[in-house]
Structure formats: structure tokens, C-alpha cells
């Protein structure tokens, strides 16, 4: 190469968009029409044979004149895009596809009595889009016909309402509505994992976990409206649609404070048929079994009800043999979710840490992040605003220098409850709970930067 | 606390709100349900018996249904592993006397069973009322439903075989159940006061204490648990679970396994309209689950003329004795057509 080609290139550089004709021949017509619709790859590979076989200048520029994303332009920038409404609801993009919600192969045999996890891998932020909210069925789900849906409201005793009541999806939206973010979580999340480590990526590890708008009426509102005796109706039961008819018993306590919501609306549109369509119970802080889908009537009584999923699933054997029944609330949690479980580092150098941490009991005040196992912890950057009950989105800059490290996060929430490690929760409650593990997540990274499952004690 | 002053603590409590709660508050909205309606959905039963209907069931009966509607997902004898976690096993005669299932503080015990765990019988009354058979919910009348109890109550060596169980005496057989005794309420995740002054739990007490050190908190980090290779290959490609660009990668792991459950749509094809049908519970496409595999289905039908409308007639009317003696159940609820769609997918091999 003389001094008068590098002066060229150095000239063709500074006109961008100027290009330099193909030699002839150089793309077949097949090859054109390809191009044409969006394949790309084989291109490189023509380029690379053509170029090394005749030194001529190519119709995509050398590497060493710069990115060809660059000096070439691609056919987005070059052509006409698509009109509006081609979908009239949105999709996400194609280069998406892999970021979809999943079943745990063997976890459970029949389809309509199971679980499929989001992809808290690549999610950002602190909402869970409708389509990736975690699924959690027990009889199949349905697409009820919001017309033919009714709200009953009754009482184990006739007297503790005023009056037994129904309402119709007409009169509940007419109602006065409040629109509250809020974290969702199944009881059994991280459950795989009480006793050793059983699954590789964060999806499947603590995929049982969504954060949404909700919007609708609050329940006490409603039981107001028939006049409940709260002195004697001191639980509440709710029940779904489904042909599980879901049952599970509520405390009156959480009714009252204004916080229980009979919702219809979810990210600013009405539910998904997966998560209750058209109307379903929010329960802020306590475990997802408890927001009864498709609800279809609220009794209030004077004891609790011992449902099978509160006195079969759902209940929590401690070592002694003793199960802890009604155990509702879900304590304090954190999980860093990039870089995770069955990931790989691209490179040494910057990553921005991040992750999620809730708390069934109020607002996340701080979480801590260690990047040697637990021996020593900083502060995270926590995202606000800080939401009651919500998934509260955290981030922490890390350079990697190729080593083995044990990433971890801790959340403290506003009771100043610390979140435990699995040494510590397993003391007390053994290895067969099943239900309310909370432990402090590890992800190891090895020095060829996979990271993978593993537990510190 | 009167009624009144609740109202207040709870609007002040709701803060966003800015409406008052009060009874029939809401002119024009909800009206009140007639006897007919309560009586139609009011079908909870409690541990105290409240709600429980009259009626009775035997032993024997309790058999006869058993075998035609639950026993091929769950057993003949209950003990099926296969569909659902097993009903029937792992109490003696000790725990009846005591309460409390031995099995589960021991280790003895392979896998909890629903009598292993279930302190109230009402539990189990309640659950088939409103959601059993799988796929008929709510088609089970109150002796059926006492008949079946009945039955699994003497699989479980709970009651002699002549026994009939009814509204009048299922509050002395409570009395045996194997874990009666085997739950507590002593714990911090339930609101409200403690049990103590009249709640429920222990008033919001943790069970844990961890700390929030930031410095040299441990000398060395014990590593409890790694993930098994089989775990690391048994969820799919965890490349295909990642965006191909970003800070990372999915790690290249075998299996074809986890296939997306977003990607199919409710209507591609007859393997969705067999899960959506529930067929899949108890058939596999290559495997025997309950019933036979599709490929065995194909394999004993293919060169039959006649055998698209066989089929046909077996799913829609139920069947016994071609594969042994667990029954099909009738399917009458499913359309001709998709019966039809079924039939011809698994007699072309199921693909």
C-alpha cells in the first residue's frame, strides 16, 4: 500500500456516505434481493472473499477504514419503513425472542397446574411488561367474558353484612379507583432451592416474581358499601372463577389499612386473562396464592378457612415436623439479576451491576452488594422513587479483572429487617420448606467470566 | 373499636383516597343478592363445619367413584405418583393416635402426602366440592363427595371398611386425623397482633436476624452448593434465554428442553388443543403417563379401517379393559370437531 491509497482512505472517511462502486459481479442477483430483504451475513463473508482475491474496493468498506455499520448505510436508514397500526397492538421486536417466559422441565406434570417464570435475566427497570408476568395456574386459565363476571360479597353469618351484595364489572369501574405499583411474588419462589442449588439461571431461580400498576377499588370500600361488622368479621375469604375456584383466607387487618385492591386494570390496561382477567385481588406484600385470579366473591367471617391452599400447599415444614400454617407475608428479598446464572462476561473491564430488592413489610432502604462472597459489602445506587411493596431497582459499577468472584446482594428494608443468608434461615427452618426463601443469592464468576448457581453459607 | 371509628382509621390509613366509606354509600352501584345466588356460590366449608352440606357416603360407594373419576390421575389406591403429588401413605396408627406424622420430623418419609400434611378434614371436603373432578369441578354431588372421602379416609387406615361417613359424624372422625396437631400459627408472617392478645401469629416477629456489616464480616466464604452439571444442561440452551447483544451472553447449554411457552399460540395445532383439553395429564406423545402414549395408541390402531371413529368414540364416551383397568374418563364437553382434529394427529404419528 503506497502514501497515495492512504491519503484516499483518509478522504473517503471524512465524506461520509460516499461509496465506491462494487466491481462487477461482486453480489449475484439472488444475492442482491437477499440484501434486500435484511440478510446480511453471507455479505461479509462475499466481501471477504472478494477483497482478499482482488485488493479492489469492496461495496462495504475494509475494517480498516472504520465499522461498516458505519460507512455503510443500512437499509433502514436507506428505504422506506413501515406504515402505522401494520400491528395494531404492539409487539416487542423481533431480535427479541429469546426473553419469553418459561416453563422448569420436570417441575411439575400437568400444564394447567403449573408455573412459567420471567425472564428477569435481561428485564430492566422495575415494571414486568403484561406479556413476561411469571404465570402460576391451578386449574387452567380462562378468558372470562367480562359481561357475564360478577363480584359477590357475603358473610359466613348473614348478620355480619348489612347487605349481601353483587356488582357487575360496569358498577365496580364506575366506583372510585386508585392506580398502586406493586411487586407480586409466589410463595414458592426460590423453592427449588432450599435445600442445594437446583437450577441455573435467575429465571427459574426467582422468575416467580412480577411488579405492576394495578389499578381498581379498594376492597374495604366495597365491604364499607355492604356494611361489614369489622368487630366480628375479623378474616376475609376470596374466591376465584376458575374451576379451581381458588380460595384463600385474607386478614381483615390488611383491609383496613387501604391497601387490598379489587383490580381490573394492570400497566394501564385491563389484566391479562393469565393474571385474572377482568378482575382479580392485589394483596400488596403477601404471596401471590393470596391475589385471587378471576375473583368472583369476597365472604367475610370470623375465623380462617384452612383451604387446601393454606392447609395442604403453602404451608411451610419446619424440621420438627410442624408445618407454619397462613404464612403470608413475603420478607425481604434482593437478587442481582445482570450478570447472573448462565451468563457470560463479554470482557474484562466496566459492568454496571444491577438487580431487584423488595420487602413484603414496606419500602426497600438500602441494599449492599459484595463482590467477594459476603466478606466485604458496599452500597448500591437504589433507583427511586421508592415504592411501598414494589420491586425497587438497584445498580452498582464493578470493573472486572478477570478473577473469580462471588457476586451477592442484600436488601434492608424500612423495618430494618436484614435479609438472611441460607446459614442462617436454614437454622431455623431446615431444608424442606418449600415456601418464603429468601436468602441471599451468590452468582460465581469464573475467570473464563461464566457465572453460575451457587450457595454461600 | 365501633364500626364507626374502624371507618376512620381506615380512610386515614388509605391517605390516597380522598372519599369517604360509608354503607350503600354509592347510589346506583351493586344491588343486593338474593338467597338463590348466595346459596349458588357459597359452597366454602370451614374447619369448624360451617357451611358443610347434609348427606353421607360408604366406603364402597366412595370406591365405585373413586375408580370412575379419580383414579387415573390419582391411583386406584390413591398412591399415584405420576399426575399429582400422592393423596394416600406415609401415617401409621401411632400418628392417628397422636396428631402429629411422625414421618415428617424423622425422615422417613420418600415424599408428603395430603394425609401426611392435612390437620383438617374439612380441607379435603371443600377441595373436592369445588374443584374435583380435574376437569368437571363442581359436578359432585354432597353424598359423592362424603362417598369419596369415605373411601380415601379408609386407604389411609383412618376408618374400617363398612363405614359411612356423613355431616353427623365427620366431626368425630377430625378427631383422628393422622397430623391434627401438626400446624402452627407461631410465626411473624401473618399481620395483626400475636396470638397472645387475640390475633393470629406472633405479631410480625422475623425468625431470623441477619446483620448489615459492610467490612471483613467473615474470614473465609464456605460454598455450600454448586449447580450439578445435569441442572446446568436440563433447562435448554441457556444461550437461546439471552439477548444476543448487552453486556452478556447465555452461557451455550445442551438439551432441547424448555422450549418457549410464549411462542406457541393458543390455536397452532393439536398438541396445544390436547394440552388445552387436559389430555396431556394423563397421555404423552411418547410416553405412557396414565393412559397409553399416542404412539402406542398408533401403534395397536394404525392399519384399523375403522379407526378414526373407535377413537373418536372412546374420547368422547370414556373407555376401560384396552390398557388395563384405569379407566378413561368420558369427555363429552369436548366439540366433535376437536375430538375429530385429536384423532386423525395421533393416528398420523402425534407430530
Known amino acids: 500500500m503506497n502514501q497515495g491509497e492512504i491519503v484516499s482512505m483518509v478522504d473517503i472517511v471524512k465524506q461520509p456516505g460516499r461509496l465506491r462502486r462494487a466491481p462487477e459481479n461482486f453480489l449475484s442477483e439472488a444475492e442482491i434481493k437477499a440484501v434486500g430483504e435484511g440478510r446480511r451475513d453471507f455479505l461479509r463473508r462475499s466481501f471477504l472473499t472478494a477483497a482478499g482475491a482482488a485488493m479492489t474496493a469492496p461495496l462495504l468498506a475494509r475494517a480498516s477504514e472504520g465499522d461498516a455499520n458505519i460507512l455503510q448505510n443500512p437499509e433502514w436508514t436507506t428505504t422506506l419503513g413501515q406504515p402505522v397500526a401494520v400491528r395494531p397492538y404492539g409487539l416487542p421486536s423481533k431480535h427479541e425472542s429469546q426473553l419469553v417466559r418459561r416453563e422448569s422441565p420436570g417441575l411439575t406434570r400437568v400444564g394447567a397446574a403449573s408455573v412459567s417464570f420471567a425472564p428477569l435475566q435481561g428485564m430492566f427497570g422495575i415494571i414486568t411488561p403484561s406479556g413476561l408476568h411469571f404465570e402460576r395456574h391451578h386449574q387452567g386459565w380462562y378468558d372470562i367474558d367480562p359481561a357475564r363476571h360478577r363480584l359477590m360479597i357475603n358473610g359466613s353469618e348473614p348478620a355480619f353484612v348489612k347487605k349481601a351484595k353483587v356488582y357487575n364489572m360496569d358498577e365496580l369501574m364506575r366506583l372510585p379507583s386508585v392506580s398502586r405499583i406493586h411487586f407480586i411474588e409466589c410463595g414458592a419462589n426460590t423453592g427449588l432451592e432450599w435445600g442445594n442449588v437446583a437450577v441455573p439461571t435467575v429465571q427459574y431461580t426467582h422468575g416467580m416474581l412480577s411488579c405492576s400498576e394495578f389499578t381498581g377499588v379498594p376492597l374495604n370500600l366495597l365491604l364499607d358499601d355492604c356494611g361489614v361488622d369489622y368487630r366480628k368479621a375479623r378474616f376475609v375469604l376470596a374466591e376465584g372463577a376458575d374451576g379451581s375456584s381458588m380460595t384463600r383466607t385474607i386478614p381483615m387487618e390488611m383491609v383496613e389499612s387501604g391497601e387490598v385492591l379489587v383490580a381490573y386494570g394492570q400497566n394501564g390496561e385491563m389484566l391479562r386473562p393469565e393474571n385474572g382477567y377482568p378482575l382479580r385481588l392485589v394483596v400488596p406484600g403477601v404471596q401471590g396464592v393470596s391475589w385471587v385470579k378471576w375473583l368472583r366473591r369476597i365472604e367475610v367471617g370470623d375465623k380462617p378457612y384452612a383451604t387446601k391452599d393454606e392447609a395442604v400447599h403453602y404451608i411451610d415444614l419446619l424440621p420438627n415436623g410442624q408445618h407454619r400454617q397462613y404464612t403470608s407475608v413475603q420478607e425481604c428479598k434482593s437478587v442481582i439479576t445482570t450478570p447472573s446464572g448462565g451468563q457470560a462476561l463479554l470482557d474484562r473491564g466496566f459492568y454496571n451491576v444491577s438487580g431487584l430488592a423488595w420487602s413484603g413489610r414496606g419500602r426497600i432502604k438500602q441494599v449492599d452488594v459484595s463482590f467477594d462472597g459476603g466478606i466485604n459489602w458496599q452500597a448500591a445506587r437504589i433507583e427511586g422513587p421508592v415504592q411501598n411493596k414494589a420491586l425497587t431497582r438497584f445498580n452498582v459499577g464493578w470493573v472486572w479483572d478477570g478473577k473469580p468472584a462471588i457476586l451477592q446482594s442484600r436488601a434492608i428494608d424500612d423495618t430494618a429487617y436484614v435479609q438472611p443468608t441460607y446459614g442462617q434461615l436454614r437454622l431455623v427452618r431446615g431444608t424442606k420448606s418449600i415456601y418464603h426463601n429468601n436468602a441471599i443469592q451468590s452468582w460465581k464468576v469464573d475467570e473464563n467470566g461464566e457465572v453460575s448457581n451457587v450457595q454461600v453459607l | 373499636m365501633s364500626r364507626f371509628s374502624r371507618s376512620i382509621l381506615a380512610l386515614a390509613l388509605a391517605g390516597a383516597t380522598s372519599v369517604g366509606f360509608a354503607f350503600d354509600h354509592y347510589k346506583g352501584i351493586g344491588r343486593q343478592a338474593t338467597p338463590a345466588e348466595v346459596g349458588a356460590w357459597d359452597i366454602d366449608v370451614r374447619p369448624d363445619f360451617k357451611g358443610l352440606p347434609k348427606g353421607s357416603g360408604t366406603v364402597d360407594r366412595g370406591q365405585e367413584v373413586f375408580e370412575e373419576k379419580c383414579a387415573s390421575c390419582h391411583g386406584t389406591f390413591g398412591e399415584s405418583n405420576e399426575v399429582f403429588t400422592p393423596l394416600i401413605g406415609g401415617t401409621t396408627k401411632d400418628d392417628i393416635k397422636t396428631g402429629n406424622v411422625k414421618g415428617l420430623s424423622s ?115 464456605r460454598i455450600g452448593s454448586v449447580l450439578p452439571d445435569y441442572a446446568r444442561d436440563a433447562h435448554g440452551n441457556l444461550f437461546d434465554q439471552n439477548r444476543s447483544f448487552g453486556p452478556v451472553r447465555g452461557i451455550k447449554t445442551g438439551g432441547a428442553a424448555a422450549a418457549p411457552t410464549a411462542a406457541a399460540s393458543p390455536d397452532s395445532g393439536p398438541l396445544d388443543l390436547a394440552n388445552r383439553s387436559g389430555c396431556m395429564a394423563c397421555h404423552g406423545v411418547n410416553n405412557k403417563i396414565v393412559g397409553p402414549g399416542y404412539n402406542e395408541v398408533q401403534a395397536r390402531y394404525k392399519d384399523q379401517p375403522d379407526a378414526a371413529a373407535r377413537l373418536a368414540l372412546k374420547v368422547k364416551n370414556g373407555g376401560q379393559g384396552v390398557w388395563g383397568s384405569v379407566p378413561m374418563p368420558p369427555n363429552g364437553e369436548m366439540k366433535d370437531a376437536d375430538i375429530n382434529t385429536l384423532v386423525a394427529w395421533i393416528l398420523s404419528g402425534a407430530r
Not at chain 2, 415424599?111 to 401426611?116: A, H, K
Not at chain 2, 392435612?118 to 362417598?147: C, E, G, H, L, N
Not at chain 2, 377430625?174 to 407461631?186: A, E, I, Y
Not at chain 2, 397482633?193 to 467473615?218: F, Q
Open chain 2, 107 to 221: 425422615g422417613d418419609l420418600p415424599q408428603r402426602t395430603t394425609f401426611t400434611k392435612v390437620a383438617t378434614i374439612s380441607t379435603i371436603f371443600d377441595y373436592i366440592q369445588r374443584a374435583m373432578p380435574w376437569t368437571a369441578p363442581k359436578s359432585m354431588k354432597p353424598d359423592d363427595t362424603y362417598a369419596v372421602l369415605a373411601y380415601m379416609l379408609n386407604l389411609a387406615e383412618i376408618v374400617p371398611a363398612d363405614f359411612t361417613l356423613s355431616d353427623k359424624n365427620i366431626a368425630e372422625v377430625q378427631k383422628l386425623m393422622p397430623n391434627r396437631n401438626g400446624m402452627t400459627t407461631d410465626h411473624g408472617m401473618w399481620p395483626g397482633a400475636s396470638a397472645a392478645k387475640g390475633g393470629m401469629g406472633n405479631g410480625g416477629k422475623p425468625d431470623v436476624k441477619n446483620t448489615a456489616c459492610m467490612k471483613n464480616c467473615k474470614t473465609e466464604v
